[in-house]
């Protein structure tokens, strides 16, 4: 049993439980450092961290699809200003 666990992998790209762990401290360090620059990630970035934590995208592909997710989370933010406060 205790083999079987160890050998474990997560997501599509069946990543072990040491890069699970090691992806996690990463976006946990991205996201901490983003909040003390008085940042709060949006919906979408946190959803694209989420697939790579899953083991579901490359480091790559996090990076490549975080660079969307910003901008639609950016345009989501202006939607809510533009209600919040109109011209």
Do not use: C, W
């Amino acid at each position: 049993n205790e083999m079987v666990a160890a050998n474990k992998t997560y997501g599509a790209l069946n990543i072990t439980a040491e890069e699970k762990t090691k992806q996690a401290r990463s976006v946990a360090a991205a996201v901490n450092s983003a909040r003390l620059d008085g940042q709060e990630l949006g919906r979408h970035v946190l959803a694209v961290y989420e697939e790579y934590l899953a083991g579901d995208i490359t480091q790559e592909e996090m990076l490549q699809k975080n660079k969307a997710a910003a901008i639609q989370d950016l345009k989501e933010y202006q939607f809510q200003l533009d209600a919040r406060y109109p011209s």
